[in-house]
Each structure stands twice: as C-alpha cells, then as structure tokens.
C-alpha cells in the first residue's frame, strides 16, 4: 500500500482501465467532469450520472473526440430521486454493462454556510438527500453489480469538514462526516466475504464552483485544478490499490 505523498504522485499506467465500467456521479462539471474524462483516458467505459443532460452531452463528445470507449448518459436529479428510480437506474446498468467496476460518489452541494440554530430545515435536508441519502441508495442499488466484478472499487468524496466538523458549515460538514461513517460501515460488512473496497478521497481546495462560492474572496489562481489532483482519484480506481481498503485519502497535501 504506498504512502499518502506517493499516492498524490502516482503515476498510473496508460492501460490501468482497461475494460473497467466506472460510475460516475456529478459527472457534468467540476472534479466529476474531469474524473470521467481522466478515467476515459486510461481505457475506463464511463457512466456519465448528474442532473444536467446537455453538460454529460458535453462530456460524452469530448470523450468521444478522444478516442474514448463510448460512455452512457444517465440523467438524474439525485436530489429528488426516489428508491424506485435509483433501483430502476440499476437494472438499466446490468442490462447495458453486465457489471461495474468502479464507483465514484462526486456529486455533492454546499448548502449555506451558516449557525446551525439559523440553517434553513428544506436546505438542510436538499443537502443531506443529494451528498448522504442517494450516496447510500446508489451504492445499496448497485451493490451486486459492484460484487460482480473482480475488484470493484467504491470511492466516496468526503471533506476536511467532514472529518474535522466546523462551525457554520451545517449540513455540508455533516453529509461528509456521515459519508465517512458509511465507508467505514461498508468495509467493516464487506471486508471477509467480497474483493470489493470502500475508500474515501478529500481533493482539498480545488478550482471549482463549489470552493468559489464557499470561498467568493479567495482568489482561484492559487488553487490547483482538477487535473492535478487526479492522480489520487485514478490510483483508487486502478488495480494498484486492490490493498487499500477503508481509508481515507487527502488528494492534496
């Protein structure tokens, strides 16, 4: 298992993907838009999953343009999305890919940054449904998929609020400690009886939207991009990692 610095520095083969379906959440912008096109690149088939049709429409083409394995579009509002569809999105998968080797929860929202005693309950709740609810839902749904594969991999998107909760980060700060917790719990259940693992990657301070608004006075220019930081991200999803189970990875130093 490599250290924390070499993880940040992996350098993965040009194959590493090769014939993995990978899944990813909040694929249309930001750090899930570049994990899909960085997983594409090293011969991963990618499930394109967000709320915005014509932005995976984007992703999809620029993957093709590539010379891509041809992705899937999955359009979903992981905010309102019932057990139902969620269920329904897995039967569709199974038909269309047979079984999943890699999962990536990145779809998150901020919230408001505000006292617990002021948060708004409807803004608290949006956010615990899209970064904890549908996180646990998806990953229940798509679970005999995942165990299917050889060695799949889970990997969900905590925080530093997550693991160190912070005064006025409310609901955003408590979807990560909880999205934490349920890693843990997975692994624990799982360890003895399946090859899968469940991983937690915090990218730190990234050039996004979401850090934009958290942070409207920090100036971006200071903050790396998402491609620098996906050496974290493609070292989980790769075999490399297959003795890399329950942890939590820091994508920045």
């Known amino acids: 298992m490599l250290t924390h610095d070499q993880i940040r520095n992996f350098i993965p083969q040009p194959d590493c993907l090769i014939g993995k379906n990978i899944l990813v959440t909040g694929a249309g912008d930001g750090i899930g838009r570049i994990a899909a ?29 590539a010379g891509g394995a041809q992705p899937a ?34 779809a998150g929202v901020l919230g408001v940054l505000t006292p617990l ?4 309950p409807i803004i608290f709740e949006q956010v615990m449904k899209v970064n ?19 060695t799949a991999s889970v990997v969900f998107t905590s925080s530093s609020v997550g693991s160190q909760p912070r005064a006025f980060w409310g609901a955003y700060a408590l979807s990560k400690l909880a999205v934490e917790g349920m890693s843990d719990i997975w692994t624990q259940e799982t360890q003895k009886t399946t090859t899968l693992r469940f991983n937690c990657i915090n990218p730190g301070g990234t050039r996004t939207a979401m850090r934009a608004k958290a942070y409207p006075d920090e100036d971006p220019k200071v903050l790396p991009t998402a491609d620098e930081i996906m050496p974290a991200y493609l070292y989980l999803m790769g075999d490399d990692s297959l003795d890399m189970n329950g942890q939590s990875i820091d994508a920045q130093a």
Do not use: C, W
């Open 37 to 65: 096109l960085t997983f594409a690149k090293y011969g991963a088939t990618v499930l394109l999953l967000g709320r915005t049709a014509s932005k995976l429409e984007e992703v999809y083409d620029e993957i093709e343009a």
């Open 73 to 106: 579009i999955l359009p979903m509002n992981l905010e309102s999305a019932s057990h139902t569809e969620i269920q329904q999105l897995a039967i569709l998968i199974e038909r269309e890919v047979g079984h999943l080797d890699g999962l990536l929860h990145n």
């Open 117 to 120: 005693e002021m948060y708004d």
């Open 132 to 150: 904890f609810n549908a996180t646990f839902m998806l990953t229940q749904a798509l679970f005999p998929l995942l165990k299917s594969a050889p």
